[in-house]
């Protein structure tokens, strides 16, 4: 029998060399690890944190009053309108979380490629009712980029490539925060409706802050197809890469297939069905115009990439497209 698949908990507060190695070791079975002592300030999390529960606990109509536009990509999501298991083409029916996303926003003397990149580079929707959260956000969303441009060091540094190497394809980055209300099930969901459904990231890589106590969030373990969870852990924060980083790296990383579970199918949980959840991750991306080929030091000898080069941007819009849908609110 095939070992448990294992989602280790790294300190990145040391050298970045050494925790490369670490990240590259693990990325090669499973795209998922924990990482501590990363010196995001805790009062600047707090505070990004606390205003999206008020968010969420604003009248719907208030929070409808920042609902994304018709083909938006920022503002509130309501429930089922969003099934990240049609990313992979599977059907299912929308997805039990509420959630509010920004962006970059307007970005001065920056030329979009196309319309498509445009739309990423949209002012954001601030709801009224709740002024103090535009400033939470932003100074956390300022952190989480700094972090992301930390750990893409350390990944290049493990990939055998100089530190700076991810730089100039992300310094005009569609990255992007969102906060996710996994609200009281009073009622039994659809066949097939979870949380969250099966899925891949679809960027260079995930930060995901989760809620102490709330467990739900499981990756799939394609040694011994079952789903292995990710229990929250204080003061850390869950990493994972997309679907672009692995095929930057040749496949060499795996981009893993990941899940939101009801409260009921945790697995050995005593949580109720009536379990409230939240979580935040920032989905950070490379730059809309960057060719992304597969790296020199990811190519063995004699052998042929598996890929064909590609542009970031299209990339990411097709899958974000697929996932939600047409309709804000549907």
Known sequence: MSP???????????????????????????????IVDHGVDPAIADAAWSTARAFFDLPLQEKLAVER??????????????????????????????????????????????????????????????????????????????????????????LELPGGFFAPYVDASPSALRAINYPEQTQAPEPGQLRAGAHTDYGTLTILRQEAGRAGLEVHDPATDSWVPIPPTEGALVINIGDLMARWTNDRWTSTLHRVVNPDAEAGSTATASQRRQSMPFFHNANYSAIVEALPTCVPAGEQPRYEPVMAGPHLAGKTTRSVAERPGG
């Open 4 to 34: 448990a698949l294992a989602v280790p908990t790294i300190s990145i507060d040391r050298d970045p060399a050494v925790v490369g190695r670490e990240f590259d070791e693990t990325l090669r079975t499973v795209g998922f690890f924990q």
């Open 69 to 158: 536009a018709m083909g938006g990509l920022y503002g509130y999501f309501p429930m089922r309108s969003e099934s990240l298991a049609a990313s992979r083409g599977d059907v299912t029916p929308g997805d039990l979380k509420e959630s509010f996303n920004m962006g970059p926003g307007i970005r001065a003397g920056h030329t979009p490629h196309d319309e498509t990149e445009a739309a990423l580079f949209t002012a954001n929707l601030w709801p009224a009712a709740l002024p103090e959260l535009q400033t939470a956000w932003e100074t956390y969303y300022a952190a989480m980029s700094d972090l992301a441009d930390r750990l893409l060091r350390m990944f290049a540094l493990g």
